[in-house]
Structures are given as C-alpha cells and as structure tokens.
C-alpha cells in the first residue's frame, strides 16, 4: 500500500469512492477545488493502481480538522484508514499544529474505535450534525502540544 497526495487525475475515483461511502458525498467538482486549496492536504491510499481509500484536512495555523476519511468496503479492517490517519498526523506534527480534530457520526463504532485506539478522545458533541439519517456527531480530538509537554 503507498500513501501520496491525491492529483487531479484521481479525483474521479475518488468521487465514486465518496457516493459510495457517504450519504450526503462531496462532488466531484468540490473534490477537485480542494486540490488547489492551500489550506487543505488530500492523500490517497493505492495498491497496484487501485484506489483503497483517501482522506483530507485543513490546517489554519496550529489547528488541523479531518474532512474525510473513506475506505472501499473490500478493503476494510485492513490498516487503510491507519495509515492514512497515522500520514496526516505526521503532516500534523512537522507543521506545527497542536491538535488534530474530526467528527464522526455516534453511532459508527467501528470508526470511533479506530479513533480512540490511535490517541483520540471525545471533546464534544454536535446535536443533529448529520442528516440522511439525522445524527449526532461525537467531536473527537487528538493533542500534539500536550503529549509533547507530559
């Protein structure tokens, strides 16, 4: 598996993977924009060619949000979703930030678990986040500063 920055030529695979996994996905045309943002880092995880899964965040000065973490189902439980994640983080970490931040819907165990295994830890929550169904969000946090000053 090779983790690298998502190319304009990847986004429609992309795009495909999003409507696969999300029920509200971001366009095509949204993915594409997000390449030239330059507070956004997109990585894609591929094996032989094939997309397993991609994921993104914003950095605004020392703050970093996950966007998106998606994996193809086929390819789940594998380490897809770590790797991408454990990719970001190290973005994270030699940019300065002081702590990487995401929602994920509440009742998506197996992400949360995911999550929490790699040192993140619920902060908050956000009432009806979701719709398509409506849900919750659980805001999950991970600190850079504070693990480095303990």
């Not at 986004?11 to 999300?22: G, K, R, S, T």
């Not at 996905?25 to 997000?34: G, I, R």
């Not at 998606?70 to 970490?93: F, N, S, T």
Request: aromatic letters at 8%; glycine letters at 6%; one cysteine or more.
């Amino acid at each position: 598996m090779t983790i690298e920055p998502m190319t304009l030529d990847m986004v429609p695979q992309v795009a495909l993977l999003e409507q696969l996994c999300f029920s509200q996905p971001w366009s095509q045309k949204a993915l594409e924009e997000e390449l030239s943002n330059p507070l956004a880092t997109w990585l894609v995880a591929t094996d032989g060619g094939r997309l397993l899964g991609y994921a993104g965040m914003h950095r605004v000065l020392d703050e970093a949000s996950v966007t998106n973490v998606a994996v193809d189902p086929a390819y789940r439980r594998k380490g897809v979703a770590k790797a991408l994640l454990h990719e970001l983080e190290d973005i994270c970490r030699r940019e300065g930030a002081a702590f990487l931040t995401l929602e994920v819907r509440a009742s998506n165990q197996n992400a949360i678990n995911l999550y929490r295994s790699l040192g993140f830890e619920e902060v908050g929550r956000r009432r009806h986040y979701y719709t398509h169904p409506t849900e919750d969000a659980l805001l999950l946090t991970k600190f850079f500063v504070r693990e480095e000053t303990l």
